[in-house]
């Protein structure tokens, strides 16, 4: 089974950075599309980033310019660097990874592994 854990998220002020860190496993071909997800409280679920296999990205216009999604495949090791935060990126953030795919569209539908999630929390 493909497990992902993630780590990296914490407490920060706003206009602050952090750096999230997923680690894949349990896989003997690498997933065709990996991506980052986010809920905060009462809202649904919704796509941040996402990386195929090809390196080619996709963002939620939101944080475009100021999130970077990148994959170290030597190290299966997915990262999302997180610049210039704001209260509103404040969420549980979830590693998630896919089976199939080829354009990686930010749906929760395609996903079908799931890290616990790391707490991501920007202050004022």
């Known amino acids: 089974q493909v497990q992902l854990v993630e780590s990296g998220g914490g407490s920060v002020q706003a206009g602050g950075s952090l750096r999230l860190s997923c680690v894949a496993s349990?896989?003997?071909?690498?997933?065709?599309?990996m991506g980052w997800f986010r809920q905060a409280p009462g809202k649904e679920r919704e796509g941040v980033a996402t990386i195929n296999r090809y390196g080619t990205t996709t963002y939620r216009d939101s944080v475009k310019g100021r999130f970077t999604i990148t994959k170290d495949n030597a190290n299966d090791t997915l990262y999302l660097q997180m610049n210039s935060l704001k209260p509103e990126d404040t969420a549980m953030y979830y590693c998630?990874?896919?089976?199939?795919?080829?354009?990686?569209?930010?749906?929760?539908?395609?996903?079908?592994?799931w890290g616990q999630g790391t707490q991501v929390t920007v202050s004022s």
């Open positions: 349990g896989y003997t071909y690498g997933p065709a599309c």
């Open positions: 998630a990874a896919a089976s199939s795919g080829i354009y990686c569209p930010p749906s929760i539908r395609l996903f079908n592994y």
